[in-house]
């Protein structure tokens, strides 16, 4: 790619992702300024390794999506770092409430799996969609396919297989 194309293609990547990095970022941090920076800094560090985006690896959202991941770990970080005031916690409130899941590593993780769904057999993704997300017994999605139990828990194990190598690929890292 030539320059002008390459500048074209982040253009066209900044419109299509921005304003959902920029969410993601606002929701993980609560800060609108440092949503804003966390943006900005992930189209400059993509535009800098533009070199190292690989399609056959993963989507250009994806790669984004894995750079302001990074971005905003890297702020949360420096944030907690920094001596904060400390809130009295309102009445009949929990005083140590749980921490809740990351919810930017939810994203990121939906998004890849996602993505490595798209990268197996239809037989298997169907199992696994059926059997793991919709928690469907497999004796009913056998039923409803009209093959027996075994052969259906044999596309689980060996869509399961080739899942865990799509998740590699799309950049997935326990």
Same mark, same amino acid.
């Given at each position: %790619?030539?320059?002008?194309?390459?500048?074209?293609? =982040?253009?066209?990547?900044?419109?299509?992702?921005?304003?959902?990095?920029?969410?993601?970022?606002?929701?993980?941090?609560?800060?609108?300024?440092?949503?804003?920076?966390?943006?900005?800094?992930?189209?400059?560090?993509?535009?800098?390794?533009?070199?190292?985006?690989?399609?056959?690896?993963?989507?250009?959202?994806?790669?984004?999506?894995?750079?302001?991941?990074? =971005?905003?770990?890297?702020?949360?970080?420096?944030? *907690?770092?920094?001596?904060?005031?400390?809130?009295?916690?309102? #009445?009949?409130?929990?005083?140590?409430?749980? =921490?809740?899941?990351?919810?930017?590593?939810?994203?990121?993780?939906? %998004?890849?799996? #996602?993505?490595?769904?798209?990268?197996?057999?239809?037989?298997?993704?169907?199992?696994?969609?059926?059997?793991?997300?919709?928690?469907?017994?497999?004796?009913?999605?056998?039923?409803?396919?009209?093959?027996?139990?075994?052969?259906?828990?044999?596309?689980?194990?060996?869509?399961?297989? *080739?899942?865990? =190598?799509?998740?590699?690929?799309?950049?997935?890292?326990?």
């Amino acid at each position: %790619m030539r320059g002008g194309e390459e500048e074209s293609a =982040l253009r066209a990547a900044y419109a299509a992702h921005g304003a959902e990095l920029f969410r993601l970022a606002l929701r993980a941090l609560g800060d609108r300024g440092l949503a804003e920076e966390i943006v900005q800094d992930t189209f400059v560090r993509a535009w800098k390794s533009r070199q190292s985006f690989d399609a056959e690896r993963g989507s250009r959202r994806t790669w984004l999506f894995s750079i302001a991941r990074n =971005l905003i770990v890297d702020a949360a970080r420096a944030r *907690s770092s920094r001596p904060q005031a400390v809130k009295r916690p309102a #009445e009949g409130r929990d005083r140590n409430p749980v =921490l809740a899941e990351d919810p930017t590593e939810r994203v990121l993780l939906s %998004m890849q799996i #996602e993505e490595a769904l798209g990268r197996i057999g239809s037989e298997h993704r169907r199992v696994i969609v059926e059997v793991c997300y919709r928690g469907r017994p497999y004796a009913e999605v056998a039923r409803e396919l009209g093959v027996p139990v075994g052969t259906l828990r044999s596309r689980m194990y060996y869509g399961l297989k *080739s899942l865990r =190598l799509a998740l590699e690929e799309v950049g997935y890292s326990p």
